[in-house]
């Protein structure tokens, strides 16, 4: 059974960074694409962006200037910063599994929980 | 890279049948088959239920079912459950490595 778990701290002030990682358990990284999901309180969701277990990222147009996405294959972990954070950064971010007979960068077939990172002084 | 389109909301009785439309664009929908549908519970993680437009995954209810035509996309949900009651997105591969999601709908059962 897959799981995904993300932790990092929940509370970022602005213009800081957020830093998050995510733990999967029950499947290797390897020749997987591991996304970012984000979800404001009350809004819908938001992808942030992809990476492969080869390191290689992509994300969405609208955060590229302030994400950086990582993978640290031995300890089965891939990681997410944003930086220069404002209060529309908070919401609950989602690690996922993209589907591994997918070619393509979606569906997403295994979530983490979520967790809810607020951005305040 | 613009939200795909959903309804804000959907209702229906027990034992009726909604349809859930999603419409994007010849860049994203229209463009590849790579519409996939989430059912997310309040509090929860969303829950992956279609995907390539109209394919289940194991273990989804075969009450789900999509459908695709040009840049729209659409998820029906048959034999309306309680259970059901939930929000809907769907996603859809929007080229250049992206991927978009729609704005939800909140699906009620009356």
């Known amino acids: 059974q897959v799981q995904l778990q993300e932790s990092g701290p929940g509370l970022v002030k602005p213009s800081e960074t957020l830093s998050l990682t995510c733990s999967v358990s029950g499947d290797s990284m390897s020749r997987h694409y591991w996304s970012w999901i984000r979800q404001p309180p009350g809004k819908g969701l938001e992808w942030i962006g992809y990476?492969?277990?080869?390191?290689?990222?992509n994300c969405n147009p609208s955060l590229k200037s302030r994400v950086t996405m990582s993978v640290d294959t031995s300890k089965n972990q891939f990681s997410l910063k944003l930086r220069s954070v404002t209060a529309a950064d908070t919401a609950v971010y989602f690690c996922?599994?993209?589907?591994?007979?997918?070619?393509?960068?979606?569906?997403?077939?295994?979530w983490g929980q979520g967790t809810l990172v607020t951005v305040s002084s | 890279q613009s939200a795909l389109t959903q309804p804000a909301s959907v209702s229906g009785s027990p034992g009726q049948s909604i349809t859930i439309s999603c419409t994007g664009t010849s860049s994203d929908v229209g463009n590849y088959n790579l519409v996939s549908w989430y059912q997310q519970h309040p509090g929860k993680a969303p829950k992956f239920l279609i995907y390539?437009?109209?394919r289940r995954p194991s273990g989804v209810s075969n009450r789900f079912s999509g459908s695709m035509s040009g840049n729209t996309a659409s998820l029906t949900i048959s034999g309306l459950q309680a259970e059901d009651e939930a929000d809907y997105y769907c996603c859809s591969y929007a080229g250049s490595s992206t991927v978009v999601f729609g704005g939800g709908t909140k699906v009620t059962v009356l």
């Open positions: 990476i492969y277990y080869s390191g290689s990222t």
């Open positions: 390539e437009g109209s």
């Open positions: 996922a599994r993209v589907e591994p007979s997918s070619g393509w960068f979606t569906p997403f077939d295994y």
